[in-house]
């Protein structure tokens, strides 16, 4: 059905997800799949502590946030084969977030990401009033397996969570995009640039330099996007 959101697809089974019992394996899913695919993640390779770091804010967003959130496991083996991750926020909430952005950290893998989302902040910040809207979708991460890439599974996940936006009200999605195969996805799905901010800018406030100056590709920037939901 064109509306459909749980259900099978294919060798698949999509549902809502269930913070108390999906947490864990999503965790690990994500460790394997997601943070080391990253261009930052190449740029200035994640260590284990920062992985850990940014799986347990993940968790506490999944336990402590509205979310709407998806996941996909294979059939016949139940593992997780791709997730959804989107957070609903409020005017407030987004301001926090963006406060948050830019605290001091022990890793250098967070300090390079907070300088280069920084120029994004005050464009995030103003997608309230820019569009009229007192909620905001926060496409935090969209993500399948290695094995299950190619096969239609991201775009089938991205059609339902639309459906499932449409059936709670919400109208806006955002997301920060830092690879170039996700912007392209994102742009075949409607989503439109608002601002960008390039790797090689991003400087250490201390001697000034750049924090990464092999960056020099002209694909190594990260994207504001967002899609107005009809």
């Not at 392209?184 to 601002?195: D, H, M, N, S």
């Amino acid at each position: 059905m064109e509306d459909q959101i749980q259900g099978p697809w294919g060798q698949f089974d999509i549902r809502t997800i269930n913070p108390k019992q999906d947490i864990p394996s999503i965790l690990t899913f994500l460790t394997e799949n997601f943070h080391r695919d990253e261009p930052m993640g190449r740029h200035c390779p994640y260590d284990e502590a920062f992985i850990k770091d940014i799986n347990s804010k993940i968790a506490f967003l999944l336990e402590a946030s509205s979310h709407i959130c998806l996941v996909a496991t294979n059939i016949e083996t139940g593992a997780i084969a791709g997730v959804q991750l989107q957070f609903i926020l409020s005017k407030e909430q987004a301001r926090k977030i963006a406060l948050n952005a830019g605290e001091q950290s022990p890793f250098f893998q967070r300090r390079v990401m907070n300088a280069i989302y920084e120029p994004l902040n005050q464009a995030r910040a103003n997608l309230f009033e820019r569009f009229g809207v007192e909620e905001l979708v926060w496409n935090f991460v969209a993500s399948t397996s290695k094995e299950h890439r190619g096969q239609g599974l991201a775009s089938e996940l991205f059609r339902r969570m639309l459906n499932l936006l449409r059936k709670e009200k919400l109208f806006l999605v955002f997301s920060i995009y830092s690879s170039q195969f996700s912007r392209r996805c994102a742009t075949k799905l409607g989503f439109v640039e608002i601002a960008r901010s390039r790797f090689a800018d991003a400087l250490d406030p201390i001697s000034g330099l750049p924090y990464l100056p092999k960056a020099v590709d002209c694909e190594d920037f990260a994207s504001l996007m967002t899609l107005q939901i009809k």
